[in-house]
Every structure is written in structure tokens, then in C-alpha cells.
């Protein structure tokens, strides 16, 4: 089968993670008999150097006409001081939001091997854990209307959050589907005890359980959700939530797993074709030196193999095979800790999971 894929490298380490990705898909390729065509376009920061705006209008046609898309990362201090329409992040909500990507599918598993690094107390992730964050990815405050005024003291900004009905039964859906795939376990976040969007999403997300027997439904307030997250992040399976406090869950799990250098994500809508991105940024504090951890979008690029191409062997191949380098005590420099191993570079730990394809 061919395959056409829009590369978006983007700003920071995304060149380094992005060539990872593409190696590793490469191999699979070659392996499994598929081929993989990438089609560069630009994103963030290096559009806005190139092209004068974070998300140019070719960028956004050619993710359209791909069959999937595979993202780095954007943003860096260079473009910090930019107004918020302009800025590289901008380019990263706007081209979500172009692709009707509402369901975001954020996994975050402890790798055996990895237990140590994890910030929890060894007895705390003695049984592991393997949570799945559904994070609603076009909605909400990120997307709501916002703007300058003179309030109370003077001047003020803000920010308004707004779910509709729709926006929320169709993200339930996907975390009530993908809670049937896995433990049938769904936790629902939210702030329902102060915030109008919350209670909506809350009734909806009820009404929408009975339609789903078999899932063991429950809710939590976002504040206890953070709490128990550290507390037991075994108890969880799937966690559906709204996309402010999505971004937040999410890079807290990631910790949780060693590093945030380790967490892949799908973004999907309602046709096969996706975008798939490590959760983390840009690091530019790393960029271009060859220490970052590709392992994110590695595992990225399985989700897009099992998620969009329904190639599951073949998904499951990369994350063996990561898992075996893990298990050989291969690590970049985020995971290493007070283990005393020495850090290997981004091209050296992608010439390990090769090695192991
Ligand atoms: C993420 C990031 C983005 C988000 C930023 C860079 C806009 O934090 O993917 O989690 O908030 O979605
Ligand atoms: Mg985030």
C-alpha cells in the first residue's frame, strides 16, 4: 500500500524527532511492504520566518489532500513576544481545527523498564499503570472568544469557554468507544461544582452512558483528578475531558511515565485521516545538539499506523521495539535521572529501535 504523508517538522527539536519518525517508517516500510511518501510543509515559527504566518494556506491544502499527518513541534522565544494571532501555537490550534481533529488520544503507559524513572514512589507504580486521556481538541477555552476591555480596575483580558451539546456527545462517544476497546473503565473530569460548561458536559456525558451498559462510568472534579493522578494513577483507564484541562492531565500523566519526552498522541475526527504529535514542545533549549528524545514521536507514528491505517502488527512492531531498547537500558538524557547510565544522543536512540525492527 502507498501511504501520503504531510510532514510538519516545525520549530526547536521537531527537524530531530520528526527525521526519527520518518526512519522508523522507513523500516517498517521496507519490512512490511508499504510505502510511505512524506510531502513537507511548514509550520510554526519556520512558517512565519519563511512564509510571513504560523499556518500558510498550502500547508493546510496539503494536509488535506495527505492521508495522514505527522507533527514536530512549534514555537521557541524567537516568536514569544509575537500577538497572539500571530504566534507559532496559533498555527498549531488553527490546523486542528482545520482537519475537524476534535478527539485527542493521549496515552500514557509506564514502561516496566521505566518504573524507576517514573517521580511516584516505587510502591505507588509497583502494578504500572496504562491510562488513556480523551482530550477534546477544537472546543472550548482555547477557541472561545477572547479580547481586551476596561473592567472593574482598569483595564483587563479574557477568555471565554463554551461547549455545546454536540461538541461534547461527539467527543463522549469516542472515549465511551475507546473505553469498549480497552478495561471498559470511564472517568469523566470536569469542575460541574463552578462552572456552567462543566454541568452541561456532565449531563451529557450521563444521558450518553446508558448508552453504554457495559462501560463503568464515573466523575471526577478536575482539582481531585490532579490529586489522584499522583495519588493512584492505577486506578484509571480512560479519561475523557474538555481541552483546557486535557493539556493540563496530560502533561501531568507524562511525568508520570518518566518523561514527557515518552508521550505520543493521535488527534482525530471523523475520517481516517489524523495528526500525530508528541505532546511535548519545542525545547529549544535542546534544539539542533542531538540530545532530545524522539521516543514520543516514534510512538506517534504507531498511533498513526494503528489509528488511521487500521495496521496493527506493524504498530505494534515500533512499540516493541522501544520497549526493547528501553529493556536494554538504552536512554536519551531526560530519562536517565540518578541512574548513573549515560545518555545516549537522539540519532543514537533512534539507531536503536531500528536496530530492533
Ligand atoms: C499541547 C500543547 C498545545 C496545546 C500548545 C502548544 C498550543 O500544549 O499539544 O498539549 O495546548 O494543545
Ligand atoms: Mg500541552
New binding site residues.
Given amino acids: 500500500m502507498n501511504y501520503r504523508i504531510a510532514l510538519l517538522k516545525g520549530d526547536g527539536i521537531g527537524p530531530e524527532i520528526t527525521e526519527s519518525a520518518v526512519a522508523v517508517l522507513e523500516r517498517i516500510g521496507a519490512r512490511f511492504g508499504h510505502h510511505f511518501q512524506f510531502t513537507p510543509y511548514m509550520i510554526g515559527g519556520c512558517a512565519i520566518d519563511a512564509q510571513g504566518e504560523p499556518l500558510p494556506a498550502q500547508t493546510v491544502r496539503g494536509c488535506l489532500e495527505s492521508d495522514s499527518v505527522l507533527l514536530g513541534a512549534?514555537?521557541g522565544p524567537k516568536w514569544d513576544d509575537l500577538p497572539g494571532e500571530k504566534r507559532p501555537?496559533k498555527a498549531?490550534?488553527g490546523i486542528r481545527s482545520a482537519l475537524g481533529l476534535y478527539t485527542n488520544l493521549r496515552p500514557a503507559k509506564l514502561f516496566p523498564a521505566l518504573r524507576g524513572a517514573s517521580p511516584l514512589r516505587a510502591e505507588t507504580v509497583a502494578a504500572g499503570f496504562d491510562l488513556l486521556i480523551v482530550r477534546e481538541?477544537t472546543g472550548g477555552i482555547?477557541f472561545g472568544d477572547r479580547g481586551y476591555r476596561t473592567g472593574k480596575y482598569g483595564e483587563e483580558a479574557y477568555d471565554t469557554e463554551a461547549y455545546s451539546v454536540t461538541e461534547i456527545e461527539r467527543i463522549g462517544h469516542a472515549a465511551f468507544r475507546a473505553a469498549m476497546q480497552r478495561q471498559k473503565r470511564l472517568v469523566s473530569v470536569d469542575k460541574a461544582n463552578v462552572l456552567e460548561t462543566s454541568r452541561l458536559w456532565r449531563k451529557t456525558m450521563h444521558r450518553l452512558a446508558e448508552s453504554y451498559p457495559e462501560v463503568e462510568y464515573g466523575d471526577l472534579f478536575v482539582d481531585n483528578a490532579a490529586m489522584q493522578l499522583v495519588r493512584n494513577p492505577g486506578q484509571f483507564d480512560v479519561i475523557v475531558t474538555s481541552?483546557m484541562f486535557g493539556?493540563i492531565l496530560?502533561?501531568e500523566a507524562s511525568q508520570l511515565t518518566g518523561s514527557i519526552g515518552m508521550l505520543a498522541?493521535a488527534s482525530l475526527g471523523s475520517t481516517t485521516r489524523g495528526m500525530y504529535?508528541p505532546?511535548h514542545?519545542s525545547a529549544p533549549d535542546i534544539a539542533g545538539k542531538d540530545l532530545a528524545n524522539p521516543i514520543a514521536t516514534v510512538l506517534s507514528a504507531a498511533m498513526m499506523l494503528r489509528y488511521s491505517f487500521g495496521l496493527s502488527a506493524e504498530a505494534d512492531c515500533i512499540e516493541q521495539a522501544v520497549n526493547r531498547v528501553l529493556e536494554r537500558g538504552i536512554r536519551t538524557a531526560d530519562l536517565t535521572g540518578d541512574t548513573g547510565i549515560e545518555p545516549v544522543s537522539c540519532s543514537a536512540m533512534t539507531a536503536a529501535i531500528l536496530s530492533e525492527i
Fill in positions: 512549534v514555537g501555537e498549531l490550534l481538541l482555547y481541552n493539556d496530560s502533561d498522541s504529535e505532546i514542545g
